[in-house]
């Protein structure tokens, strides 16, 4: 509304010149009209002339321009009313086009159900009639194959039978031959197992006689081995012990020691307290500072093992013993 009225006062001004322009006009010519020409004639001047003119082209023009621009709306209009009725037909035939799609999937996809279960109805019919002639072979074979087994079962029975009866009166022939020679073979083997066991006799008492012979040199060794190694871990050890001032008459403590095969002391600890903290813990540090027995190293590993691997050391403040 807002818009027409400013279209409407744009238009006022024009008007009102145009208008008073007219009057002019038609009162310069009715003048001219009742004058005489040769007394009174007065020539008009050239720029009002001009003036005149231009305003008759400058309404002509706006009339034109109104014209075109009533012509020009209108024609937008019509531009406007066709593209709405052109998006509107469009749209409706997306619409149609996507409906027909959508119903033609529809359909297909039920052509295409349709025929997968013809297809699967007709291979479980063909499965089933394939099956059905299969089972037929398979009992008509059975049939044949069974009286064929029968046959054979007849003939093989006839034959084993003959056969049996050879094999009984061959074995009954072998069998007093087997007897004869298994009565031989015995009377060889009980020959045979006397000389064996005489001769193990003999082996096992001259093995034991070697064992013995072996443990004695052995235990001989041990001891020697022994009373040396008891006599390098007691010095050792005795170097090394600080008797505390607690340290009284009658006490007596017992020290498990580990020893390695280099003589070095994997582990020591009180295995018998006796009865005083410091006397225990004493023993025990004079385990730990001797700390290692190299002459170890020369003794037999088997009798290292036996008997030097875990020893027991005995300390009483008079003395210490092994």
Do not use: C
Request: charged share 40%; proline share 2%; net charge positive.
């Amino acid at each position: 509304m807002k818009a027409g009225l400013n279209s409407l006062s744009s238009y006022v001004v024009p008007t009102l010149l145009a208008l008073l322009l007219h009057v002019g006009i038609v009162a310069l010519t009715a003048s001219t009209w009742f004058e005489t020409s040769a007394d009174t004639q007065r020539l008009v001047p050239r720029h009002i002339k001009a003036e005149l003119v231009d305003l008759r082209s400058q309404q002509q023009a706006e009339e034109a321009r109104k014209k075109a621009e009533a012509k020009r709306r209108a024609e937008a209009k019509k531009k406007a009313d066709a593209k709405k009725r052109a998006e509107a037909k469009k749209k409706a035939d997306a619409k149609k086009k996507a409906e027909d799609k959508k119903k033609a999937d529809a359909k297909k996809r039920a052509d295409a159900k349709r025929k997968a279960e013809a297809k699967k109805k007709a291979e479980a019919k063909k499965q089933a009639d394939a099956k059905r002639k299969a089972e037929a072979k398979r009992k008509a074979d059975e049939a044949k194959k069974a009286e064929a087994d029968r046959i054979a079962l007849k003939k093989k029975r006839e034959a084993e039978k003959k056969a049996e009866q050879k094999r009984q009166a061959e074995a009954k022939r072998k069998a007093e031959q087997k007897r004869r020679a298994e009565q031989a073979e015995r009377q060889r083997q009980l020959e045979e197992q006397a000389r064996r066991e005489q001769q193990a006799q003999e082996a096992a008492e001259r093995e034991a006689k070697a064992r013995a012979d072996a443990e004695r040199a052995f235990i001989a060794k041990a001891e020697q081995q022994w009373a040396s190694a008891q006599a390098v871990i007691r010095d050792g050890v005795q170097s090394q012990w600080r008797r505390p001032p607690s340290a009284r008459n009658g006490m007596v403590a017992l020290v498990r020691i580990h020893l390695l095969p280099t003589g070095e002391v994997d582990d020591a600890y009180v295995t018998k307290s006796s009865g005083d903290e410091a006397f225990d813990r004493s023993v025990v540090q004079a385990v730990l500072k001797a700390e290692r027995f190299p002459e170890l190293q020369q003794i037999d590993p088997v009798v290292f093992d036996r008997y030097l691997r875990r020893i027991t050391l005995e300390f009483r403040p008079e003395d210490l013993r092994l």
